[in-house]
């Protein structure tokens, strides 16, 4: 079948119906745009950088629709994601679907020649559901079993939920994959939460058998001999919640059972999703199928989701005060988690609405905060949403149409001006990558141990830490690829591994490889202490990474807000240092800096290992920003580590490239305007199509995108 000829019978369709509003709910069901079981090769590739974001008609009168066309034509809108909240609408009863207006909602669209980003409605649960099947909402950590009501509300487990979930994505895809338009399948929404229903009690058990085989397995694996929990019956195992080992903090008595939940509880999700996965590709083989992810959010391990999803897309909402330096790893993350380019899903206009305070974007910053987006490796641009609505709690929330209705707004006029630089941006762009020579570990399971932990510190915050070592490399311009702890490391020359705390099985042996080929590891305190079910490895602290870093740590101090201590380094300098305090013992390793004060004054607190023709840094104590950027500094000369300036700038310089051609974007995220580094003078800068000269200066929120020769 001739792709565009159907594409045509659909227009003519929508024509023939147009004008007569209010009959179309009363016309017998269309008839499916395809066949069961029946294939279509379609050409589903997204030629140009997606633009659009969330759209509701289904909100609104259908005059309005008319209205949304016509102005977000003007702002370049090239794409729309429909039906994300509409299970309700389009199954409103058990027995019933009802898709005619949706049809028209995707006729409309395929019509303006839209990229269509198509929901699949389960990320809130219709209400004669739960009525019908109360099974299907979920129990929160204290117990109480949810009514009704809010979203991302579903039991994972429940088998009503993963029955409908994935018989309306199949419907949706049976009706909707043929059209040539439908570029993009998103599930849910903003996957995330947890249950501790006794559904998920049951099905968890069946998890343990799978993981453990046998009770001893997995009392040993708990180390359930402390404070007498040893189960002699799986029925014995109930969920980690406020009525099971959860404590009064939300932490817990048993780390193992609590991060064995998480696994659990993530792969239950991924499951949810899967199922529908499945269910679409049975009717579209070639659209792109997503969900939304959102950066850090703990609760799911995307990097094992990732391996499910086509693309990985992600929404992105920064507060007031969130550095731009966090927004840039955590792109930096959601490019990592596929090694791939990403989808932009969800972004404001301007204005959050729950957020505690919620500001407006300043003018520029929208636009310049897409070109970080794009820079650090999105293809697309989407925003929450395309028109604001009338009611519920989000009703403050930006929308590239305000409650004015116009698109004579501040706001509006942004979105058309980047909505017209990106149209112009898309050859470029597309198909480009960035590339690294640092890689720093990101890991699910570390984040879980960390924070379960009762001890040192309760300060102790995986992401933070984290992101205090990204830092340095966004500040100095040197381009970072954040990977998972079983990542091909030799594809870099720094492997930076903060509060390695979980050491996995194999890690050791590739950290090891890794080092003895020459890379360069840089790891810190609360590193090499347990093993993937959070038992600690006996013999002495880092454990598994002793040998390679080639010192012993005997004690973990905490420090408390008020407290610090100070390093001072052999060349020298010194830094103030707080958090943790480490008492470290060389084993084969020397010492950088040692502590000023306490009765550890004089020991080591950073010290340097030569490990096969590499290098290990382990550094013990949580430097203050000066100290730190100073050892960074030296550890990156020594490994060869470039940045992408030849000069310090305060811009934000990220790279992308594709083919023999490298495309500088250069971001001023500073207050005072900032010149453009001498290196590119001469070059084209793609957003004015002039060369850049030497007066070139970047404004706050300015933004130069300068394209060069690779070389
Ligand atoms: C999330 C959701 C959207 C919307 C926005 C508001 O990202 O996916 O449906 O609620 O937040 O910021
Ligand atoms: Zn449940």
Known sequence: ????????????????????????????????????????????????????????????????????MRIFKDAHINSATVNVFSWAKIQPSEECYRFEELDDIIEMLSRENYDIVLATSTGALPAWMAKRYPEVERTDWDGKHKKYGERHNACPNSPIF???????????????GSNPHVKCWHISNEYGGICYCERCEKAFRVWLREKYG??????????????????????????????????????????GISIDYNRFNSDGMLKNYMAERDAIRRFDKDALITTNLMGTYKGLDYFKWAKEMDVVSWDHYPSYNTPWSYSAMCHDLMRGLKDQPFMLMEQTPSQQNWQPYNSLKKPGQMRMQSYQTIAHGADSIQFFQLRRSVGGCEKFHGAVIGHAGTEDTRVFREVQELGGELEQLSDAVLGSRNEAEVGIVFDWDNYWGLEYTSGPTVDLKY???????????????????????????????????????????????????????????????????????????????????????????EEIDALAPEQSNGVHFADGSSSSCNLVCERIHLEG??????????????????????????????????????????????????AGVQSLVEVPTGLEVVCRQKDNKKLYFLLNF??????????????????????????????????????????
């Open 1 to 68: 079948m001739n792709p565009m000829k159907e594409h045509r019978t659909n227009n003519e369709d929508a024509k023939e119906t147009n004008g007569k509003p209010g009959t179309r709910r009363d016309r017998p069901k269309a008839k499916p745009r395809m066949q069961r079981g029946q294939t279509i090769m379609r050409d589903k590739t997204i030629k140009r950088i997606i633009y659009g974001g969330d759209y509701n008609p289904n909100q609104w009168p259908r005059e309005i629709w008319k209205e949304d």
């Open 214 to 255: 046998t009770l001893e397995n997995l009392n040993k694996a708990w180390n359930t001999e402390f404070w007498g929990h040893t189960f002699y019956d799986w029925d014995e195992i109930v969920v980690p919640n406020a009525l099971g080992e959860g404590l009064w903090n939300g932490g817990t008595a048993f780390a």
């Open 589 to 638: 390793a020397e010492c950088l800096g040692t502590y000023e004060t306490d009765f550890y004054a004089g020991e080591p607190a950073v010290t340097r290992n030569s490990f096969g023709k590499g290098t290990v840094y382990y550094i013990g104590t949580q430097l203050a920003q000066e100290g730190r950027e100073h050892l960074l500094e030296m550890i990156c000369r020594d």
């Open 162 to 176: 993963q029955k409908y979930s994935a018989r309306l994505a199949g419907k949706l895809a049976e009706r909707y």
């Open 463 to 553: 992401v933070d830490q984290i992101h205090t070592y990204y830092e340095y490399f966004y500040k100095n311009n040197i381009p970072v690829d954040m990977v998972p702890y079983d990542a091909d490391f030799s594809r870099y020359k720094m492997i930076v591994a903060p509060v390695l705390y979980m050491v996995k099985a194999g890690m050791k042996e590739a950290l090891e490889a890794f080092v003895q080929n020459g890379g360069v590891l840089i790891t810190t305190y609360m590193s090499g202490i347990v093993d993937q079910s959070d038992n600690v490895y006996l013999g002495g602290y880092p454990g598994p990474l002793r040998k390679l870093s080639g010192i012993w740590v």
């Open 670 to 711: 500073q207050k005072e305007p900032i010149a453009v580094p001498k290196q590119f003078w001469g070059y084209e800068d793609l957003l004015t199509g002039k060369s850049i000269t030497g007066e070139a200066v970047l404004k706050q929120y300015g933004v130069s995108i300068v394209a060069t020769d690779a070389s």
